[in-house]
């Protein structure tokens, strides 16, 4: 199975959006206590994404072995995920390192692209 994710975050929010076929499904939530209005819009981003697959996991949308198109509007996060390049930040780093355990754990392939921030269907939703 295909599916394409969208994700977006910024210091009170996340969301993320997974596009299957011709089923859109569409998860938004607000930050708990530790994090809200303490992180960063571009560590907002990564925990929507880390929390959208996982979500995509747990409900059985996204299955082991499946194709799963990540799109990002951000470019630093699009070079850090399809690079594998380092972050200096920590939490970011955590996140990163989350999501490539879930994508190797699953056998998942992933493909990263980079969109424009109006093609982001998680940003809608913030």
């Known amino acids: 199975m295909e599916h394409v994710l969208f994700f977006d975050g910024n210091t009170k929010r996340i969301s993320w ?3 299957t076929n011709n089923s859109v499904i569409e ?3 607000e930050h708990v206590g530790i994090y809200l209005d303490k992180v960063t819009n571009r560590q907002s981003k990564y925990m929507g994404l880390h929390v959208g697959l996982f979500w995509g996991i747990g409900t059985f ?3 082991n072995q499946d194709v799963v198109k990540i799109a990002i509007d951000d470019n630093s ?3 850090h995920l399809s690079t594998n390049q380092k972050s200096h930040d920590e939490f970011i780093e955590k ?3 989350f999501i490539r355990q879930l994508i ?3 056998k998942l392939k992933v493909h990263y692209e980079l969109i424009t921030a109006d093609k982001n269907l998680a ?3 913030i």
């Open 17 to 19: 959006v997974i596009q």
């Open 27 to 29: 998860q938004k939530r």
């Open 77 to 79: 996060i699009f070079e």
């Open 61 to 63: 949308i996204i299955k």
């Open 123 to 125: 940003a809608k939703k």
């Open 104 to 106: 190797e754990q699953r």
């Open 95 to 97: 996140r990163a390192c």
